[in-house]
């Protein structure tokens, strides 16, 4: 401010002949103290005390000619105080929460978006692993099913032939039946060869004979019981004597014909 002292001397110096130059010379000096003091104060003050300042210098100046120095057109401007500035320890806006909680919620909502695509990525491909599962599952029990089908369509029709064979040969086993009884003996031979032939066709057809077993325990699913017989030293329930052989379809859990058989008392 060194420049603008000097000039408030010179001006005081020139004006020191008169009482208006004196109050000339004074308010120029409050003019200088004025700007002196906003120089140290800084700019954040200003617009705070200018009124202050302004009657200080009309103070200092004093009245001219009975008149004050400042007329209406110098009066005082008002001036909008400056907003103090926001410290750290003022919480942060409204505006300024709501975008954290907008950034905060999308950041959420993409998180949650990508949860749903790896969810519905991860169930797109069991669902096709598990499609795929049911299709080859579904071929294979159909092809087996077909297989089992002309399978059986194959062992019925043997099984028509066999029987088809069998009832033309008792037909002529029939029709053979002599008259004069000294030929019987090689007619019932006839007999026993087609007895024969039937029983190698159904062992053929997997059709097995088995027969129950004398003093075993009587079991309805595989015996089939068709009266009773008192045994000595036989205790009751059991097989006592078997009536007819049982058939079964290659093993004697399927049973087809269940034994015929006599149960002790």
Same mark, same amino acid.
């Given at each position: 401010?060194?420049?603008?002292?000097?000039?408030?001397?010179?001006?005081?110096?020139?004006?020191?002949?008169?009482?208006? $130059?004196?109050?000339?010379?004074?308010?120029?000096?409050?003019?200088?103290?004025?700007?002196?003091?906003?120089?140290?104060? $800084?700019?954040?003050?200003?617009?705070?005390?200018?009124?202050?300042?302004?009657?200080?210098?009309?103070?200092?100046?004093?009245?001219?000619?009975?008149?004050?120095?400042?007329?209406?057109?110098?009066?005082?401007?008002?001036?909008?105080?400056?907003?103090?500035?926001?410290?750290?320890?003022?919480?942060?806006?409204?505006?300024?929460?709501?975008?954290? =909680?907008?950034?905060?919620?999308?950041?959420?909502?993409?998180?949650?978006?990508?949860?749903?695509?790896?969810?519905? #990525?991860?169930?797109?491909? =069991?669902?096709?692993?598990?499609?795929?599962?049911?299709?080859?599952?579904?071929?294979?029990?159909?092809?087996?099913?077909?297989?089992?089908?002309?399978?059986?369509?194959?062992?019925?029709?043997?099984?028509?032939?066999?029987?088809?064979?069998?009832?033309?040969?008792?037909?002529?086993?029939?029709?053979? #039946?002599?008259?004069?009884?000294?030929?019987?003996?090689?007619?019932?031979?006839?007999?026993?060869?087609?007895?024969?032939?039937?029983?190698?066709?159904?062992?053929?057809?997997?059709?097995?004979?088995?027969?129950?077993?004398?003093?075993?325990?009587?079991?309805?699913?595989?015996?089939?019981?068709?009266?009773?017989?008192?045994?000595?030293?036989?205790?009751?329930?059991?097989?006592?004597?078997?009536?007819?052989?049982?058939?079964?379809?290659?093993?004697?859990?399927?049973?087809?014909?269940?034994?015929?058989?006599?149960?002790?008392?």
């Amino acid at each position: 401010m060194g420049p603008r002292r000097s000039t408030a001397a010179r001006i005081a110096a020139a004006c020191a002949g008169s009482d208006a $130059g004196r109050g000339i010379a004074a308010c120029v000096a409050g003019v200088a103290r004025y700007s002196a003091g906003f120089s140290d104060r $800084g700019p954040h003050t200003v617009g705070t005390d200018v009124s202050t300042d302004r009657s200080v210098v009309d103070r200092v100046a004093g009245p001219i000619n009975g008149t004050e120095l400042m007329s209406a057109d110098n009066a005082p401007i008002p001036t909008e105080p400056v907003r103090p500035r926001l410290s750290s320890s003022v919480a942060p806006s409204t505006i300024q929460r709501l975008v954290e =909680e907008m950034i905060a919620l999308r950041e959420h909502t993409s998180r949650q978006l990508k949860f749903f695509e790896q969810s519905l #990525r991860q169930a797109r491909e =069991e669902s096709t692993t598990n499609f795929s599962q049911f299709v080859n599952e579904t071929t294979r029990v159909y092809q087996q099913t077909r297989q089992e089908l002309h399978g059986d369509k194959r062992v019925a029709l043997a099984l028509q032939n066999e029987l088809l064979d069998i009832a033309l040969d008792l037909a002529r086993l029939c029709a053979s #039946r002599p008259a004069d009884p000294k030929d019987l003996p090689a007619w019932s031979e006839s007999v026993a060869v087609l007895a024969r032939k039937v029983e190698a066709t159904l062992a053929r057809l997997g059709i097995q004979r088995y027969d129950a077993v004398v003093s075993t325990a009587y079991n309805p699913a595989i015996h089939e019981r068709v009266g009773s017989k008192r045994v000595e030293g036989m205790g009751p329930l059991l097989v006592a004597e078997q009536i007819e052989p049982g058939y079964a379809s290659q093993q004697p859990e399927f049973v087809l014909r269940r034994p015929k058989v006599l149960v002790s008392e």
